[in-house]
């Protein structure tokens, strides 16, 4: 089982996917990986989310795939059979952590709110998800964070842009950032993998602090 913090080993952005053909799922991994994202986050919000991560973790076995929108143990577990190597909740509650670790599969749990970090972090986890970042506070909310968290480090996620990336990634506290930028739904549909290449190498560009 990998230290969900290793996900921040591999660059600046992990890319939330959302997947409505499965037909769609290795092309878009191989087009990520060519343009340098390596580490996957294909969300529980279409039909054939399970079958998109099985299909990358297949066929594309140099993609870290894993499964995000976890929101109870059954999720956690469909999650993990279908060959998920980490997992990414927008919430934290106690069920979803206790389902992965006993599974066995890393969990990235978002908090948006003090006494969700506090909670989060009592049940061991270090590493955590703000979300939705923009809309909860921003950029100065995790510097506040800062204080009295010194130990916690944040995956922001929620509104983030190529744009506005970089003043999360310029916190010490924040390791790596999430969003659908890289995987506009545009692009998926009409199949420009190019596109999604371009944009995953101007994502794997930014630098952190
Ligand atoms: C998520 O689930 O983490 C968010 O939907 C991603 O947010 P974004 O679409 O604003 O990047």
């Known amino acids: 089982m990998i230290d969900p913090l290793s996900l921040a080993d591999h660059g600046p952005v992990i890319p939330v996917i959302v997947l409505q053909r499965v037909a769609d799922a290795v092309p878009l991994a191989e087009a990520l990986l060519a343009g340098g994202v390596k580490v996957l986050?294909?969300?529980?919000?279409?039909?054939?989310?399970?079958?998109?991560?099985?299909?990358?973790?297949?066929?594309?076995?140099?993609?870290?795939?894993?499964?995000?929108?976890?929101?109870?143990?059954?999720?956690?577990?469909?999650?993990?059979?279908?060959?998920?190597?980490?997992?990414?909740?927008?919430?934290?509650?106690?069920?979803?952590?206790?389902?992965?670790?006993?599974?066995?599969?890393?969990?990235?749990?978002?908090?948006?709110?003090?006494?969700?970090?506090?909670?989060?972090?009592?049940d061991g986890h270090g590493f955590l998800k703000f979300f939705p970042a923009q809309q909860a506070g921003g950029v100065g909310m995790l510097k506040a964070f800062a204080g009295p968290f010194p130990d916690v480090a944040f995956c922001p996620t929620g509104g983030i842009t190529l744009e506005t990336a970089p003043q999360f990634l310029a916190l010490p506290n924040v390791k790596v950032c999430g969003g659908s930028w890289l995987t506009?739904?545009?692009?998926?549909?009409?199949?420009?993998?190019?596109?999604?290449?371009?944009?995953?190498?101007e994502a794997g560009a930014l630098r952190r602090a």
């Open 41 to 122: 986050e294909v969300t529980l919000r279409s039909a054939v989310a399970l079958e998109c991560i099985e299909a990358i973790a297949k066929a594309v076995p140099e993609a870290l795939v894993g499964a995000g929108t976890i929101r109870t143990a059954a999720d956690a577990r469909a999650a993990r059979d279908a060959g998920s190597r980490f997992a990414v909740s927008p919430g934290y509650t106690r069920e979803v952590g206790a389902a992965c670790r006993e599974l066995g599969l890393p969990l990235l749990p978002g908090v948006a709110t003090a006494s969700e970090v506090m909670t989060a972090h009592g």
């Open 184 to 201: 506009p739904a545009d692009a998926v549909e009409q199949g420009d993998w190019a596109r999604i290449t371009r944009l995953a190498r």
